[in-house]
């Protein structure tokens, strides 16, 4: 194990045991390294690391501070991994997205107020309005679909589950897109799709709410076996 691995270990061992907490700023480099029996060096290695999982926030001038430790911030990282999979995994990740909404949906059927209700159908009553638009409309489209789920997670009650789903969503925008230009009549479907989990949003029926988007989703996955090589899809920034 490198000292620069004792550092991370021992930053995330104090915040374990409570010696230092969310928002707290760490103690002077020259105090934390002798603390955790590392040269100073070692020590900016390691909170660099740290600072990149979101763990740890270095301010210029004011010095080194615990983060909230936001769940979503901390599981952001995955979706990096998620990419260096390489070619091909588009379906796996998907599938994984799967799973994961259909029990955002189930959750957020209880759980959803008036007024994401409301917020979810004025995204949904933009997206029909850009049904027939010009193809340059598309991105907006996926847009709206991003924020549409990502509403529905927000409202589960779950911040772990908030953050996978946040971590995965992106993944799947280029497929999204491919889809939406290649195949005929997609866009309505997805549409209509999306009104049904609504509907079953308001409704507040849970087991109505996963069935849909389950429906939706597999949906898309299947859509995926005609999936082109991922250097020929195209992009969304």
């Known amino acids: 194990m490198s000292r620069t691995d004792d550092v991370v270990?021992?930053?995330k061992r104090m915040i374990l045991e409570g010696e230092l907490r969310p928002g707290e700023r760490l103690p002077v480099e020259k105090e934390l390294a002798e603390t955790l029996g590392v040269s100073r060096g070692s020590l900016r290695e390691g909170v660099r690391a740290l600072s990149i999982l979101g763990i740890l926030n270095t301010r210029q001038g004011d010095g080194t501070y615990v983060t909230a430790l936001d769940v979503s911030q901390l599981l952001a990282p995955m979706g990096f991994v998620v990419d260096l999979?390489?070619?091909?995994?588009?379906?796996?990740?998907?599938?994984?997205?799967?799973l994961l909404e259909c029990e955002a949906a189930?959750?957020?059927?209880?759980?959803?107020?008036?007024?994401?209700?409301?917020?979810?159908?004025?995204?949904?009553d933009e997206a029909e309005r850009l049904l027939d638009k010009a193809p340059e409309e598309h991105?907006?489209?996926?847009?709206?679909?991003?924020?549409?789920?990502?509403?529905?997670?927000a409202h589960t009650g779950n911040p772990v589950l908030i953050g996978m789903i946040e971590a995965l969503a992106s993944r799947t925008v280029r497929a999204r897109l491919w889809r939406s230009l290649r195949e005929e009549g997609v866009d309505q479907r997805t549409h209509e799709e999306h009104i049904a989990i609504w509907r079953a949003l308001r409704a507040r029926d849970p087991e109505a709410a996963r069935i849909r988007m389950a429906n939706h989703l597999m949906g898309v996955e299947e859509s995926l076996s005609e999936l082109p090589a991922d250097g020929d899809t195209p992009l969304v920034e």
């Open 85 to 98: 999979q390489g070619e091909g995994q588009t379906r796996h990740v998907h599938a994984i997205r799967r």
């Open 139 to 153: 991105e907006r489209v996926i847009e709206i679909d991003i924020a549409f789920h990502r509403l529905i997670a």
């Open 106 to 124: 189930r959750l957020a059927a209880t759980r959803i107020t008036d007024e994401a209700l409301d917020e979810a159908k004025a995204l949904l």
């Open 9 to 11: 270990n021992g930053i």
